[in-house]
Each structure stands twice: as structure tokens, then as C-alpha cells.
């Protein structure tokens, strides 16, 4: 029977300015919807898994776009809670050549930073779940989103699911009073699988060394039951292209991937998530080495399609691995 | 020389699903902007007026892009205050037929809402000024609405600056504590021309008469400083079709326009401040009966064309009220 | 708790021409979805009720297209068999004023005429269902599609659960050698809500009368388990502009619902369609008369939106059917 | 065999702004092409006739651009002579409601207005011709189309081809130094069919009457070669809707078509040359009332499609004069 | 006087899934047409020789639209058949980067499948033909296909009319019954030029050999007639960058073109077919070192638009095999 | 205070065929303007430069169109004269790869060939002014283009302004009877700063030299009061890919910036006048090798949007400049 995957984040709209245009000049928009967590559930959703994702909608048309979004792609919104508030919104002025991306987020006092611990049923969401996943941005939010990123992983733990997070650090966050150390070490505590880099490890678990292996390895030694730590690492020449490598860290050895060259990037939004779901898609079902090799894969196939979230199934990632499929005309 | 025209109000994103979709399924959204206020300041200068709107605007590019929607439409931003802070949208599913039309607002906690009255330079806005006009929506957003639109009227009335309010009266604003009845009176107070219907004369004002004519002469003996009032009459028998009449009480007098048919109707949103925008132009250049027949012909010639804004000229509006171009190809 | 209706039909890709352009000489095509009986499917999804559509799908990129126009629209599929072949396609060339609009079809060979009556999971299709619903296209495709339509009502009969026909009768199909009188009246037989006008009744039953009522008597005494009668009466004016009505008979008595003008026609596409679920929800909900207005509403709603299924809620319907929402802006 | 018709004129680019937009604000325009006489040709060639068209384009990819359009709607280009110089263009705003369309012209010194008699191989385009067609709009260009046109019809007299003439006035050409009547009578000298209104009787040859029969006869007693007058009685009550009549004046008799009520209209551009290609059409294969029957028909069906050219076959035109297919869906 | 070439072969419509995305979740296709013969004369036709195809349509508005399709670009449609049937179409979702492109097939039970070798003119088609070209493609189709192909090669023998053949491999055709051993060496016994790889030889002429050079001595022992064979060497990176090279064995030598490096490649499609057109006009016109670098710069220029046909004029093939207008911007 | 810069020269309108198709066959056309010196202009406003453009537009809705444009992009309109005539357009088919973009011109007898100098306020626009720029395009339209760009350089000089010249020399341009020689040497000896490769000094000013720096010093020994000379050198590799780097020889001494390699160009055109812009803005704020290398990075951020003019902010050409944003995703 196919694995289950629990995400829990915010769904933002994105409106994205077409065909190269800037975002001052623009008079219309591509619509897509994207959030680190549940960009994570859809990629696995397309690799067959069966995903469910925590998040809270307003009760309004958008609320019921971002539903139905959800659905097409594959995820259960049973643990979806619709209430009165607002989307968050963010506007991508697509980068090219030596052109940076831009982005500006509309994410403030959103239905989700509202959202209840006390309004998910746990029992539903976690039924059968083998496995549950958070980022940094959610304890970024709000108190309440904070609380409930705890709950879940209190939830996850007493029912015995394998945890992971991404411990992405996103200075413009943290704006109601709490700061990432007081509370990502509590997360972590409970937490089995940790992507970050060493940005990530000083600015929520106060960890600074050099070198990423030494700073994993300090890490465990203070959170003992973490079983990897993986990162990916990204050199980029310009919005246009990008070099791509992953490196997993996990029981004291380092696995290095393939390095991919990505020329002619179509959007680049959304690898880190298509990278997470390969890895917990990985880790869930191969071996260390062919993990960090599914696991950029899937990272590289999503900087070739519109939108935050890797449409590709398991066996087009697969096809990229062995090399088969690159630059061939599929009939 | 041209007359000088100044608004003040909040200028929101329109979002709008194309080709008669609905929200909850649209992958893409066509860009404009509007505010009730700004939209009357817009028209006034494609009549060849100058025009100054009093706003706030974020200080990112979706503010940067308002700013060059007002510059290109003729509109003076020396009363544009830049600031932090995020920018109101509304969405819009055009209606068709018998389906209505629908919107859903994300308003709340802009920018706008948080102009301090310290922030606007009154004398440079004010240079010059011919007429001074607002609408029932500002006071209904925040604490600080309500006082920008005091001290607007307080700096027109010390520089001899004709007035006017729309007073629009919008249940769902007024979130901030205040209810109409406390705050539109003392604006009222300081307004020449009054538009609205029997309803918002009964929120904003508490008069309360089953004919408009007598309500508008109750309100006359409270406010006696008021020169005329005015609205529009609209039936609405379908999304596309509706008849459109104007009606002005004047110095004891009745003033009825000319009733349009309006069949395969583009886009209705702005409509009554298109008319907004004639009924200033003609009562700063006209007879009255001329005021309401030019008035009426520019709100119908808005519902041809697509965005909150109309974008006819006078000499266009004049030759629908002479009845020349109706119906012919123009070279 | 929600009630159950279970449809089977073929699916086939729409290509519509747009921007009122002629097939012959079109650059792109804008696509959607829709088969008579899964747009009634999808209309009383988006009713709120709980929906199933048996079909066979094609095991390729257009399959899964598909499925997920179910999904998004809220149709379970349980029972969708995905299997080799190809999917049926039509285009369409939208009619406007005296032109009509044009039909082009590509739907011989298609992987739902190949679908076996044991290729369904029954139980599970019908686990819990209400109404199931056919129409005459199907049995009308190959002798494989009229099989599993007599399947399909007879293991409604066993469990119990209304069923309803759509007899349209089509001209242009019937092609695997049977005639409409070899098949439909075996399938009437386990019918319990027949909708069809003179020609279909002629055709499909062998019943010849000048008047429907009479012919709903003739039937009604032949097959005295049916118990309704229905069918639009629509009078086209012209591709943009018709006029509707809904009549039922039934026990005995004729209803009628009232005449709806529609101008300004976006798309007639599943008028019918929309129909037959308003008809299916009154039967289960309302009395005869909310009944036939309910249905008429629902198919004027649909004559609103781009493509074959009506989007519309059942609060929607209601308030079209109060008149309370038309020609308003719904904020 | 089918038979031939020769038309002369200039074809212009046409640059349409889009989604009822302003042409002082677009950021795209759609392109098409047309011409007067070009239109007629494609029309024609719609219906099965075989359509040589005269005309000079530019020796660039604009030249090739129209050179194709002529080609794919089925006109022979053996009469397209391509030389330096440019194309004219026109710029369409469309009207909607009480908004008028509004042209913008770009045509001055273009190829057309260049070409020479001597580049035409007269032989070549008027073999096996039965009928030549010109307007008025040409011999105002220039002298050189003013003598081209003078040519063609003497190089058909000669070879006793049937002629007709659109003596369309158009105030803001004849720039060259000749007036109308400089020039217009010398061709309806040469001319077998007049279309034209009481302002283009009056402008080219001075004829003046109130009632159009009597001129007529007037003009045909100066002209006795003359055969038949034609023209529309357009009622335009806005953009969106107007009445169309056609009348015809041949061997003393009147006959009037039926009038066409057009609501909804698409686009107005060319309905008069689709006009003139049905009357060219019914009095080489109809009955006098049948021609404007067929005449009009066309015409009302160019207003249902966009683009200069009626694109509608002999067949679309005769089902709408028999009333068969209005507001029907053709499978 | 100018060549002519005749070309034989079935046209699909090709429907595009625009802005880089996927097959499964777009809502609109842009419309092309191609087919590998009918590119060659596509592309012949814009070298400025001319190009007459043999194929069928279907008798309704899509057969219409190919009909144009072959017509605007130049291609005389003497030898189309019309008749009852369906138009063969593929989808295709454009790759990018290492995303392969994809291709869904909807193209059996086709009009052309059913094109019988009496319904073409041969005497028409063939009328001052110098060259004659087929694919591998065809005789895969269907009986009927793999006859009229042997036909038109006897046909062309007849009359001393040069063939070609591209013996284009597809494993997925040849399902009516036969094999390519069955019927490809008797057509390649009266073909004069062969395009193909090793790949094509051993499955269409059961040459097997490591070397594309000794396998072409081999092919030409059996087949003595033989004049020429050629191929193109793609080295694909990615989707989005190949490499290309030209091959021709002819008289006993070996001609190689420059190695062309493509980067942001826009469209492959068709390549292979522009390169057939290249190598055609080359042996017609040029020497054999130029005939490879005319054949595969026409090639590389087809990768830089859109569609299925090249676009490229000779004198835009000849420059870019001189290097002059590499990146230039044309005034 | 800001600087002031004030541009002269004519306003183009682009009309560009959209998504790789050829000019030939296109159906749309994107809109976008542009014109040397104007796009400096425009450059200059978006650094926050004031700038104010001279040029003459005609008196109908395209002129508006364009007045709007400058508008928009911060450039005053107080040097635009509205009068009769045409607006100059060019047609842009945008390259890719191998295949090189193609510019059609339709720019003779335009409005702005006929501006007359008395027609400039010249106190008006040169009020505050601390720059003025021409190109050699302007003198080689018409008589009175080179009589305006004189009296514009005497203005500046009177009024102490620092001037440059882009000596452009464009071979399709002089066609009114003078050539280069006769003009250009007269307007150089009025300029401070020179921009041009050894062509455009060999055909504007007659000097020949292998050597660029050698041709700097022949120039200023013939006009002592140049202050400094600058070119782009451009290797372009195709349309998709060129380098580019910038040289300044000013004081005796040259300066080199850093070469960029762009890959994945959007659009080069308007990237020398981007350059320009950036000369100004360094020569004006910044030391000299600080100065190519501002100029060289706007130049290559030009390349990356749509459209002739450089949408960038001093603050993104200074981040290029940095090397901090390149390939970064700014939040
Ligand atoms: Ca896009
Ligand atoms: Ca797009
Ligand atoms: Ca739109
Ligand atoms: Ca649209
Ligand atoms: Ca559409
Ligand atoms: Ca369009
Ligand atoms: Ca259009
Ligand atoms: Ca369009
Ligand atoms: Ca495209
Ligand atoms: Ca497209
Ligand atoms: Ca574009
Ligand atoms: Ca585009
Ligand atoms: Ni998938
Ligand atoms: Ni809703
Ligand atoms: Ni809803
Ligand atoms: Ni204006
Ligand atoms: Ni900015
Ligand atoms: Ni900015
Ligand atoms: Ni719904
Ligand atoms: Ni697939
Ligand atoms: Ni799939
Ligand atoms: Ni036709
Ligand atoms: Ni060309
Ligand atoms: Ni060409
Ligand atoms: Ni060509
Ligand atoms: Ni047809
Ligand atoms: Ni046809
Ligand atoms: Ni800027
Ligand atoms: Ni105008
Ligand atoms: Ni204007």
C-alpha cells in the first residue's frame, strides 16, 4: 500500500508577471499557489504517495481556488480548516540572465497565522501516516502558527511518525515577538531528519562552525535522535543558470550527488520543495546514495516547469537518474 | 486656464478573471486599479481638468506601479505618500446575463488606512484648487481616514474650495469602532454638493423619508450650506442590461436626465463615479440641466470600456448627450 | 448527510475556437471538458451532493487530464477505468447573432466504447448512492457502451436507487448496427424519471403525438413504473438571444416553470445538462413546482459561463430563482 | 465551370485593439487585413467563385504578410505587383453600446497609391473573367490608381466583362488635387452595377433628390448602360445593435430584402463589401429578390465574425436566408 | 524555370501546450500542422521551387484548415484528396532544459490510412516534376498507405522523376500486419537518395553494421541504383542544447558540414525534415560539400521557431552557411 | 537637487511579433516605443534623473499613445509638439539562435520631420538643465531634423550645458540630399562627449584609423573641446548570446569595464542606449572606471526585459556593478 505523508504550512497565491515584463509595468498576471510544506506534499502526491496537508483558508472564492488547487494535485485537504481572513499573496517578477528574480510578499495577518491547534483533527490527518513534515517559515508566522507546529510534531511523535524539517531561516519573518532560538530548538527536539544550511543551523539552533559536516555533527550531539541532515547547494551564475549538487549527511557518513548544470532555468521557485519530497520519497524507500541522486533530480526537473510545485512523477525523475531520458524526444 | 480638481481616498489592485470564468477556477487575472475617489480624479483630467489625488501608497513596486497608473491617467501625484505597509486588492468575477457580478475584497490593514493627516503637504496639494471632493468610504476604513477627511475638508473650506461627498455608505467597512452616524455628519457639515440615494442618507445622515426629493430638503434644513444634491437612478435587469437616469435637486428645483438603454453592458464597476466626475465638470461649467444630461452620458459611456476609470474625453461625452455618434464608425 | 448520484457517460475533450473566429482559420484552441453526463455529475457536485462517474479514460497524458477535471470539479473517481485508447474529442465553434454555432465531432474508436461491463467495481460505484443517471448518447456508441448502461440499471434496480434518463436522441451516432428502438426501450424499462421531447420519444420509444403531455400519457401507460416526465422548451431567437421554459409531468399533472429571456448567451453548451441535475436535485429536495424552477434557474446560469458544466451553487440557483441577485453586485 | 470575378484596390493592415480597450492605451493589437475591393474578392472566393485580386504591396515581409492572406482565403495574387515602398495601415478602436468605433488611418503615399497601369498584366488577370469590380475609394488615392482604374475598366469593356462599382465617398481622401466629380463620372461611364447612397450620388455625379429611386432613374437617364443600383439602409441605434435592409433598383422595379434586426454585434468593418459580393453573387446566379435576400444574408453574417472578410460559405448565407439555421447548434 | 518537388504523406494537427507547461493541466493548445513529407515541401516551397503534396483530409472544417495551412505556405494542393474520416493529431509538451519534450499520439483510423492509390491524378500531381519524396512513415501506416507509396515511386520512375526516401523507423506504427522487411525493401529498389541511420537500415533493410559508412557500401551493393545516403548526428545535452551534424555517402566518398552548436533551442520538431529539404535543393542545385552545409543550416535555422516547418528562405539558409548574419540585427 | 538631462529625436512605435513566430505570419503584435535618444531619456528617469525629451507626435490617438509612454517613464512632456502627419513604426521579428532578428522600417514622412525648430520652446525646455543628448539618427531624417539638432546644440552651448552625440550612423537613413560630411561635422564641433565606433568616425567625420584610441586623438585634435569618446564592443555569437564590454577614452587615457557574457538574451535592442544613459549618469556622478563599468552593467541589464528602453534603477545597475544580485532570488 502506498506511503502517507502529512505536510503543515501556508498556501500563498502567486501572481506572476508574464513574459519578462517587470512588476511596475505589468497589466496582468499568471495565477499559480505555492508554500514550502505543501509544495513538498503535491511533489510526493506525483510520485504516488498519498498526501495530506495541515493548512487554514478564508471562507471566500480564494480559499476555494487554493482548495481546489490542492485536490487536482493529488492532496487530501482533510486537514484543510476553512475560516473568515485573508490569502497571502506574493508577486514574482521572474529574473533572467544576470536580471535577479524579485519578490514581493502580501503574507501579513493571514487566515493561517489564525489558525488553531484546537481546529485540525489530529486523529484524521495523522491516520495511517508514515511520515510528517514542517518548515522554519510556520513558527515564523505567529504564536498560533508556532503552537501548532509543536502540536503536530507532539501528535507525530506519540504515534510514532518519522519527522523531518526544513529549517529555513527567513529574516523578514519573526515579527511577533519570538525569535527562531527560542523557538526552533523545541521543534528540533523532536524532529528526525533536518535540511538547512549553515545559515539555517547558527540562526535557529545557535550551532556556528565552518564546515557543514562539523556543524552537523555538533548538532547531533545535542539533538541525539536526529538520523540525517541533508542540504543542497546551489551555484548561480545568473537567473539563467545555476549549478545543483546535494549532500546528505546520516549515520557519520557524507553522500555527495551528481552535480547538474541547469542552463536556460524556466523557474527556479520551488526547488528546494521538489528537493525535500525526493528526499523523504528517498529516504522512505532507497538507499543513501540513490537518495541524494532522486532527490536533485527531482530538484532539477522542477526549475523546468512553470509554477512552486514539481509536476514530475517518480518515473520521470527515475528516467533523469539513469540519464535515458535527457534530451530526448519522448513519443 | 484648467480648473483644478482634488481627491483623496484609497486606490485598490483590481484583479479581474478574464473571459467569463469564475474566481475559484481562473489561472490568470488582468491588472487594473480604481478607488471611488481616484476614479473621479482620473476622469476629471481625460475631461482635460487638473486633477491631484491625495493618497498612500507602499513603498514597493506594486505602490510604484498605482503611482505610474495615476501619472499616466493625467493625475498629479504630488499628494501620493509613500510608505511602508501592503495595498488593498479586490478581486472581480464579471458578471453576464443573469449571473451577477461578484467581488471579494482584501482591504483591510493597508497603507492607506494608516495616513497620518501630517503626512500630506495641504498648501502644495491644495494650490490653486477649484473643488475639493471625498467619498463615505474613506471615513469607514480607520480612525485616521476619518480624520485625513476632516482635515481635507477643513483646509478646503479655509481656502474658499468648493466640496463634495459621495456618501456612499458601505456595511462593511466601518470595522474601527466608529458607526456612520458618528462621523459623516461632521463631514457633511463641511460639504456643498451631497450624492446619495435614500439609503445612505438614512445611515450616514438619519433622515429617513420614503421620497428623495424630501429627504434632500430635510437634510437641506440641517446642513443648509448644502447647494445640491444628486444620484443616479439604476434598473438592472440583468448583468447587461440595465437603464440609467440622473436625477439633481438644486436651489428647490427638480433636474431629471435623459434615460439610456444600456444593452451588452462592458463593465459597470466605476460607473457612478464616471458620473461623479460629469456632475463636477457640469457644475463647475454648466447649466444644470446640461450637468445631469453630461453627467449621465459619461457613466454611460464608462460601461464600455473595461476598468474602474473612464476614459472618455468631453468631447466624447459631449457627443453622446448631443446624440451625433451613437451607432456610427468614427474615422 | 449528503446525498449520493452515480452518472456513466463518455468524456470528450472540448477545443473551442476563440475570440469569435472561424475553425477554419484558428491559431489556438482554448480546452475543457464535458460529456452529457458527467456535466450533470460535476453541476450536482457543485450543488453540494456527493457525485461518481463511471467512464473509461485513456491510459496517457489526456486520461489524466481528464481525471483531474473530475476531481477538481468534485466527481469521485471511483469509477473511471483507465485504459489503452484514444479520447473523443469535439471542437467548437461559437455561433454569435444570426450565426450558429458549429459542432465538428472526433469521437468514433475511443477507449469508452471499449469499456466491459466487468472492467467496473459496482460496489464500490454504487456503495451508498441515491439516483443514478444515463442518457441516450451512450447506448447510441457501440454495443460494448449499451451494455454497461443496461448493466449499470439494473444493478440500481437491485439496490434500490432511483434512475433517470436523458433520452436524446442522436442521428449521427448509432452506428455499430442496432437502431435506438432495439435498445432504449429495454433501458426505459428500468427507468423511473424520463426526459426527452416528441422527437426523442419518437424515436427512442416509438410513441407519434402532436402533444408532449399526450406522449408522456402513451408512454406512462406502457412503462407505468416512470414516474416524471420532463424537457426544456427553448426558443432560439438567434445564437446570442433564446428564451427557456421547463415543464414536467408528473402524477398526473403538468408544471410549469417560468420563461426566462436570455440575452447576450456566453455559451449554451450543457444547457440541458444543467437542467437535468437542477431536475435531479428538485426530485430529491423540493416540491414539483421549486422543482422545474429550480432546474430552469440552473440551466439559465449556465448559459453564463465558458463551458460545458454549470459552476454554479445551489445558493446561487436559489437566489436566480428568488430574483434577488439579478442585475446586483454581489460584494 | 465557376466563375470569375477581378477586383482592384489597395489592401490595408488593420491593427485591432483588443478587449474593448482604448487605442491610447493598448500594449497589443491583433492584425488582419482588408481592403474594400479585397474584401469582396475573399468574399467571393468564399463562396466557390474563382477571385483574381489587383493590387501593389511592398517587396518586404508586411508585402508577404498580405500577400499570404490573400492566398489562404482563396484570391489567385497573379494580380499583386510588389515593389519598394509601404503598406498602409488602419487602427481600429471597436465601439461597444453608446461608444463608437473609431479609425485611425496611416495610408498616405503607400505602394499602392504608386502602381502604374503598364505593371498590371491585364491579360493575364482578366482571362476568363466574367465580372470586374472597383470602388470609389481607389481612383481617390492617387492619380496613378485614378488612371489604373480607368484601365481596368476599359481593359474589361473590352472584353465585355460586367462591372460594378461601390461610389463610396470618402471625404478625407481626394487629396491629390482631383474632386470626385473630376473623375467619377467618366468610370460609371464604364459601369454596369452602381452601389451607392444618396451622398455618393450626390458627391460623384452630382445628382441631387431626396428620395433615392428617383435618383436612380436620374443617374440611369445620364448613364442609360447603367443595370441596376443597389445599396444597405444601415439603422444604427448603438455600436451593439443596428437594422440592415437591402434595396435594389434594376429595370424599373424596387426590391427590398428582408431587414435583420443585429444585436450583439461582433464587428461592423466590411459588412458593406460583404454586402457587394452577395449582390455580385445573386445577379450572376439569382432572381432579382433572391439577390438582396442572398445580399443581405452575407452581410449580417460578416457582423458575426472579426476581421474585414466575410469568411461565411454560399451555403452559410442561403441556410440563413431560408431561416433555417438561426439559433441553432450544427453538429 | 523553378523545380518542382512532390511529396507524399500524411499531415497531423499538432496541438502545443504553451508557457512551459504540462500536458495534464493546461486549458489551452496553440494549432500547427505537420508531417514529415509535407514539412520537406513546406520547406521547399519557402526555397522558392515548387512543392505539390499528395495526402488526404477529412471532408469538414479541420480537412479546411490543413488545406489552408498547405496553401498560405506555398504548397500546391493538386494532389489532396478530400473524403469522409478523422484528422490524425499529436500533442506535444515542449521540453525544456533536461525535461524531455513529450509526444501523445491520437493518429490511427485517419482520413489518409484510407486514401486508395485511384483517388489521386497521378498524371496532375507528377505534370513537370523533378523530384519525388517519401518517408518510411507512410507505408507504416496502413495497407493502403504502403501501396499508394509504391505507386507514386512507380510513377515517378516512369516518368525519370529522382526519389527519395527518409526510412524513418517507428516502432510504434506498423501495427495493420506487415513489417518494415516486408515492404520497405521495394520501395527502396526505386529510391535514388536515402536518408537514414543505422537504426532505419537494419529495421527497414536487415543491413546490420557498426559503421554508418560500411553500412551504406553495403546497402548500395544490393540496391546498385542507389546515389546518395545522408543523415544528420544530433548529440543532445539537454532539451534545450544539441549539437548537429551533417553526413552524405555519395560516389564513394564521405562529405561532413560544420558541427553546429544550438543553445536555446526553440522547437527540434521538424528538424530532421528541414535538413531533408536542404539536402533536396542541394543535390538539385549545389555541389556535394555545399549540399551538407545548405542541408544542415537549414536545419539549425528551423530550431529557432516555432511549429513543425522551417520558415527559412534560401538566401536565409545561404547566410547563415557563410557565418554573415550570425547574430546581427537585420535593419 | 536632481540632474536634468534633455534628450532630442524622433518616437518610434514597435510593433513586435510575439513567441518566436516570423513577421510574415503573425496575427498579433505586441506594442512597445522607442527611439534613441528618447530611450536615454527614459533610462535616465528610472535612475532618477530628471529628463525632459523634445519631439514632435501627431494630433491623434497614436500621438497620445506615445505621449502617455514618456509619461509613464518619468520623461516630461514639455518638449512634445503635437501637430498633423504620421507616426513613424517599426516592425521588430525577434532572433533566436542562429537566426538573427530583423527590423522592418516605416519611418519616412513622419511627423517629426517635419518639427520646426521655432516650434520648441527652447527657454522652457532647457530651463535648469544640466546635460543635452542627440544621435546621429536625428540629422539624417530630414532637413529640419538636422536644422532642429543644431539649433539645439547652439541652445545648450548658450546656455553652458555639457552636450553628447551618439554619431550613429545609420546608411537607410539620409536620403533628403545631404550626406554625413555635409552635417555631422558641424554638430561634433558643438559636442563635449562622443560616442562611436570606427565606422561611424569614418563616415560622420572622415577619419580613418585602424585604431580606435589612434581615431579618439585624430577627432580631438580636429575638435579640441571633446571631452571624451566611448564605445560598446559587442561579440556577438548569435542572437541568444553575445559579450559586451565598454571603453571610454577620455584625458588620454582609456578605460576597459569588465566583460559580461550574456546568455539567454530577452532583447537586445536599446542596449547601447541603455549604455548611453549609464555614460551620463557616470560622467555626471561617478569616476571614470567607475563609470563604464555603471554603463556597461545597465547596458547588459537592458538585455534582459522586453522592450527598447532600460526599465532598471540605478540601485539594480550599482547591485550588477557589485556582483551581489546575479542569480540571487531577492525577497
Ligand atoms: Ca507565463
Ligand atoms: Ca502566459
Ligand atoms: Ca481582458
Ligand atoms: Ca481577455
Ligand atoms: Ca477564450
Ligand atoms: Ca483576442
Ligand atoms: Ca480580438
Ligand atoms: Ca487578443
Ligand atoms: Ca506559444
Ligand atoms: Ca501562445
Ligand atoms: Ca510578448
Ligand atoms: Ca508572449
Ligand atoms: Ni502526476
Ligand atoms: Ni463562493
Ligand atoms: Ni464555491
Ligand atoms: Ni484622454
Ligand atoms: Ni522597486
Ligand atoms: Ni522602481
Ligand atoms: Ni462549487
Ligand atoms: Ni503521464
Ligand atoms: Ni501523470
Ligand atoms: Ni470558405
Ligand atoms: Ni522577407
Ligand atoms: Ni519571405
Ligand atoms: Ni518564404
Ligand atoms: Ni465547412
Ligand atoms: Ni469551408
Ligand atoms: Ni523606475
Ligand atoms: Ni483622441
Ligand atoms: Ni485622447
Redesign the interface.
Known amino acids: 500500500m502506498s506511503q502517507k505523508v502529512v505536510t503543515l504550512g501556508e498556501v500563498l497565491m502567486r ?1 506572476t508577471v508574464p ?14 499557489f505555492g508554500g514550502s510544506e505543501a509544495n513538498v506534499g503535491v511533489s510526493l502526491a506525483h510520485f504516488g504517495l498519498k498526501a495530506t496537508h495541515i493548512t487554514a483558508l478564508p471562507h ?3 480559499g ?2 487554493v482548495s ?1 488547487f490542492l ?2 494535485n493529488g492532496v487530501s485537504n482533510k486537514g484543510v480548516v476553512r475560516k473568515e481572513g ?2 497571502g ?1 506574493y ?1 514574482l ?1 521572474s ?12 503574507r ?2 493571514t487566515t493561517f497565522g489564525d489558525l488553531d491547534e484546537s481546529e485540525v483533527n489530529w486523529d484524521v490527518v495523522f491516520k495511517g501516516a508514515d511520515w510528517f513534515h514542517y518548515s522554519g517559515i510556520t513558527p515564523a508566522i505567529s504564536q498560533k502558527a508556532a503552537d501548532v507546529t509543536l502540536r503536530a510534531l507532539k501528535e507525530a511523535r506519540k504515534r510514532g511518525i518519522t519527522t523531518s524539517g526544513d529549517i529555513n531561516y ?1 529574516r ?1 519573518l519573526w515579527q511577533y515577538g519570538k525569535q527562531p532560538l527560542d523557538v526552533m530548538p523545541g521543534l528540533v527536539e523532536l524532529t528526525d531528519v533536518v535540511v538547512g544550511g549553515r545559515v539555517d543551523l547558527e540562526n535557529c539552533l545557535g550551532i556556528v562552525n565552518e564546515d557543514w559536516e562539523t556543524n552537523c555533527k555538533m548538532v547531533q550531539e545535542k539533538y541525539p535522535h536526529i538520523k540525517a541532515f541533508s542540504k543542497t547547494i546551489r551555484n ?7 549549478e545543483l549538487t546535494a549532500v546528505m549527511y546520516k549515520d557519520g557518513k557524507m553522500y555527495t550527488s551528481k552535480t ?1 548544470e ?8 520551488g526547488g528546494g520543495d521538489a528537493f525535500m519530497a525526493g528526499l523523504i520519497y528517498g529516504l522512505l524507500n532507497l538507499e543513501e546514495q540513490q537518495t541524494v541522486e532522486f532527490a536533485i ?1 527531482a530538484s ?2 522542477k ?4 509554477g512552486d510545485v514539481n ?2 512523477s517518480k518515473e ?1 525523475v527515475e ?2 537518474v539513469s540519464g535515458n ?7
Do not use: C, W
Open positions: 501572481l513574459n519578462n515584463k517587470r512588476l511596475f509595468q505589468t497589466v496582468n498576471f499568471d495565477v499559480t471566500n472564492d480564494l476555494e481556488r481546489r485536490k487536482l485573508r490569502l499573496i508577486y517578477e529574473g533572467a540572465m544576470q536580471r535577479p528574480s524579485r519578490i514581493v510578499y502580501d501579513f495577518d527567513r523578514n548561480a551564475m545568473s537567473a539563467s543558470r545555476n547538474y541547469m542552463k536556460n532555468i524556466v523557474d527556479r521557485i533530480a532539477v526537473l526549475h523546468s516547469t512553470i509536476l514530475s520521470e528516467e533523469l531520458s535527457v534530451g530526448r524526444l519522448l513519443r
